[in-house]
């Protein structure tokens, strides 16, 4: 194809963390424009952020529905391929519907919807219009996470036995929902965030990074959910037991009062022979860890193909010693997703490196995840069977 992706955004106006976030990462491979945009539910907000990102004010839209119906009327040589979805959980759903109707592509952020029943809806809509999403895990974009799946998915650490990940934040430790700051404010808020606060929010990434990286999915789970912080309505912390369809054993803790942590995202896999450790802190670096053997370290960069899978080399962008970060991960979901849709509209057949980011799948077992996180955590029996 002899052109970008020409792509739309729906939120993310101009005080918004995370649209800031999905442009820098569409930007990154110069493989996407940005065309049009309806950025924010207020209107002056929404016209001044289209100035500031140079959009034509034709296509800066105050009202999401109308931005779809518009551009969905343009002559094909100017339409949208994507529409990008950066709105606050409970407004997912509406527009990325509306959006697969009309005929555009989508990434959205997660959990994907505000409940699971929608993610089902939206799955049937996906498979139906033959149409492709991206949901923005973005630690599945990291070259060394892409090379721990490669290396539990060959065996090299045989059957896989434990499983440990853990994401602790500290910037909820106290009511920054009562102190004008708006993401913690719709986050903590049941109508816009959902049934849970922090496990929704945090523990579906960890949750997704350990069924990726073991290729296991959750079978059943033990979970406890704590509000910590007094006054708050979702949850703030907790912690899940895990059993894994391949048998292996887990533990998946999550707080975000955990004062003076960032964004302290660890995981730790186990086989039979070894087993791997990765750190968001430190994620040019994996450890490997053998049963009978010193542990070896790796390192993501160019320079070491050699012993790199396919797929982390494909997600490498610099030479080894030059960090590669979040912006990084996040611009290789959206690279592999520019892939995919130009090979589709190509009439060719993309690479398994490409199509290798999260989709609607992982979306409707995200928001699995949720409900039976609530339902063991408000349950006397606890053990809960994963249900979808």
């Known amino acids: 194809m002899n052109r970008k992706l020409r792509m739309g955004m729906i939120g993310g106006g101009k005080d918004a963390f995370i649209g800031a976030i999905h442009r820098i990462a569409a930007n990154m491979d110069g493989l996407i424009e940005l ?63 509306l959006a697969l109707d009309k005929g555009f592509n989508v990434v959205i952020e997660k959990p994907i919807t505000f409940t699971l029943d929608e993610a089902k809806q939206l799955k049937a809509k996906v498979e139906q219009t033959g149409l492709t999403l991206l949901l923005t895990h973005t630690y599945t974009g ?88 007094p006054g708050r309505a979702l949850d703030d912390d907790g912690g899940v037991l895990l059993r894994f369809d391949n048998g292996a054993a887990g533990v998946l803790q999550a707080s975000q009062v955990a004062a003076g942590e960032e964004n302290a995202l660890r995981i730790r896999v186990y086989g039979e022979k070894g087993g791997l450790e990765w750190a968001q802190h430190e994620p040019n670096t994996l450890l490997v860890k053998w049963l009978d053997q010193p542990t070896q370290i790796y390192r993501a960069g160019g320079n070491y193909g050699s012993y790199q899978s396919s797929y982390a080399v494909h997600n490498t962008r610099t030479p080894g010693g030059h960090p590669e970060g979040y912006l990084e991960a996040f611009g290789n979901l959206y690279r592999n997703f520019a892939l995919t849709l130009t090979a589709k509209l190509d009439g060719t057949q993309p690479s398994p490196e490409a199509l290798d980011f999260p989709s609607v799948e992982d979306g409707v077992r995200g928001m699995a995840f949720i409900d039976n996180v609530v339902k063991s955590a408000q349950s006397e029996q606890k053990w809960t069977t994963f249900e979808i």
Not at 178 to 205: F, L, V, Y
Request: hydrophobic residues 40%; contains cysteine; aromatic residues 8%.
């Open 35 to 97: 065309k049009a945009g309806a950025l924010s539910v207020n209107p002056e907000i929404a016209v001044d952020s289209g100035k500031m990102l140079f959009l034509d004010p034709e296509r800066t839209y105050t009202d999401f529905k109308v931005m779809l119906e518009k551009e969905a009327a343009r002559p094909a040589d100017d339409r949208l391929d994507f529409v990008t979805i950066v709105t606050p959980n409970f407004a997912h759903f509406e527009p990325a519907m």
């Open 142 to 229: 990291y070259p060394l996470v892409k090379q721990a799946r490669q290396m539990v998915k060959e065996g090299v650490f045989g059957k896989i036995r434990k499983v440990w990940v853990e994401y602790p934040q500290g910037w909820l430790s106290k009511m920054s929902e009562r102190e004008g700051n708006a993401q913690a404010a719709w986050r903590t808020d049941p109508k816009r965030s959902g049934k849970s606060g922090c496990m929704g929010d945090i523990g579906t990434h960890a949750a997704n990074l350990a069924e990726y990286i073991s290729g296991a999915k959750i079978e059943k789970l033990c979970a406890d959910l704590n509000i910590l912080v």
